[in-house]
């Protein structure tokens, strides 16, 4: 039982709230707006694993990388993390393309 996984997917998850950050995308934008949406994304997709493993499509996968703690049978601890990161992955992702866009718009179109 090793935490290199976890502690990959936590260092990941750090690197988002810096880049959240400096550019302002997602939680430094508004953050209980930012909370609800990665909520309802974590549900979301912890719904979907946890229907998966009911029907048996899902299972946990052996391997020394991970600490071995379930939150549920086949549900590894590491699932949660990785699916926060990519929740968050995805806002800062999509609001940092919104930026992109508007600031490339604004310099084809100048205010007048």
């Not at 400096?22 to 994304?41: E, N, Q, S, T, Y």
């Not at 052996?62 to 590894?76: D, I, N, S, V, Y």
């Amino acid at each position: 039982m090793t935490f290199a996984y976890l502690l990959t997917l936590l260092v990941s998850l750090g690197a988002m709230v810096l880049l959240d950050r400096r550019f302002r995308l997602f939680f430094w934008r508004g953050p209980k707006r930012a909370a609800i949406v990665l909520g309802a994304g974590l549900v979301l997709f912890l719904a979907w694993d946890l229907a998966g493993i009911g029907l048996g499509i899902f299972y946990r996968g052996e391997t020394t990388l991970m600490t071995g703690l379930q939150l549920a049978p086949e549900l590894p601890l590491e699932e949660f993390f990785f699916l926060a990161f990519l929740c968050y992955l995805t806002m800062n992702a999509v609001q940092g393309a919104r930026l992109l866009r508007d600031a490339r718009t604004a310099r084809v179109r100048p205010h007048r």
